[in-house]
């Protein structure tokens, strides 16, 4: 299974919307703040080990899940594949 989330950057045409960004976060570059913000409150939260915790040991259901309820703009494509060998 493959998994490929992507921003929608056609969202931000306006400064208008760009505005509305930095109010509700503080910035307009979420893409970059924004998971940053979400992997340090799951870490206060309890859902990560003590010390340096890399992204990929973040539960990826409950990080995505935050992303969506802060307001995150995003989308999912799912890819199935199976490869088959004949001999």
């Known amino acids: 299974m493959k998994y490929k989330i992507w921003w929608p950057f056609s969202l931000l045409t306006s400064s208008y919307e760009k505005l509305g960004l930095y109010r509700k976060f503080g910035t307009t570059n ?46 999912f494509h799912e890819t199935l594949s199976k490869e088959v060998s004949i001999s």
């Open 30 to 75: 979420i893409a970059t703040a924004l998971p940053a913000i979400v992997g340090a409150k799951m870490c206060v939260e309890g859902e990560a080990a003590i010390g340096v915790i890399p992204a990929e040991y973040l539960g990826p259901i409950k990080f995505l899940k935050i992303m969506a309820d802060m307001g995150w703009p995003m989308k």
